[in-house]
């Protein structure tokens, strides 16, 4: 239920701040010094925070919801859940490295 | 010889029988944006890992940068692009039809939702991807 509720919520959070990234990523010439400047404002920074987040998270959440489709074993279903805490942990830290560098 | 020869006709007949009991499905345009969605959700989700490692590694300095960028310009990761917006703008839309359908609102109109929804989706990526291929 609450994943279920969280994959609403954070979908209606990306549509906005993803077609956002789209837009500054492929109508406008895309360089490194544009890349640089746009990460020093912190309005650019907590948008691409929160992109962060929300779309770890919803991507994470998919896959857990695509496993309890096909995976019926409790001790299997945690081990799905752990790897996918892992992988989560792994991307947000890669993410507030890009972010805070 | 003789063995490998039965072992692929083997394999050839059990493709056979998998691919018959999948087509023995009703197939209707719920099941096509279901399936869509699924695909387009697992691509993104593998993608989203690969974005933020490349961001990672090239982009430790403006040359390193420059190398990404020339890269993108190559026809296959053009097309790739180009299958990644689509899927994006697919997987958005079809969110927001999921969305419509849980609040019970347009249930009777799906398979149009379905239908303006593809039709949303290329449009969009159309617009996205415009400057790729012309610049």
């Known amino acids: ?101 | 010889m003789l063995k490998e020869v039965k072992y692929l006709f083997c394999c050839v007949l059990i493709m056979k029988k998998y691919l018959r009991y999948l087509f023995s499905y009703h197939w209707h345009s719920g099941m096509l944006a279901w399936l869509l969605m699924r695909l387009c959700g697992i691509a993104l989700a593998i993608y989203l890992g690969f974005h933020l490692w490349m961001i990672f590694w090239f982009g430790q300095s403006s040359v390193f940068f420059g190398s990404l960028l020339q890269m993108r310009e190559q026809p296959g990761m053009r097309i790739l692009e180009t299958l990644l917006i689509w899927a994006v703008c697919y997987h958005a839309g079809n969110g927001i039809r999921l969305i419509l359908i849980d609040f019970g609102l347009g249930i009777r109109w799906q398979k149009s939702l379905f239908a303006a929804v593809m039709m949303l989706s290329l449009i969009l990526s159309t617009l996205f991807v415009y400057p790729i291929w012309h610049d």
């Open chain 1, 1 to 101: 239920m609450i994943s279920w509720l969280w994959q609403r919520f954070s979908g209606i959070g990306l549509l906005i701040l993803l077609f956002i990234h789209l837009s500054i990523s492929h109508l406008r010439p895309l360089t490194y010094e544009n890349m640089q400047m746009r990460l020093s404002s912190p309005f650019w920074l907590f948008l691409n925070f929160s992109l962060l987040g929300l779309s770890v998270s919803h991507a994470l959440n998919g896959l857990w919801q695509i496993g309890q489709d096909y995976i019926m074993k409790e001790a299997l279903r945690r081990m799905l859940a752990f790897c996918l805490w892992l992988i989560g942990g792994f991307l947000f830290l890669l993410g507030l490295l890009i972010l805070l560098r």
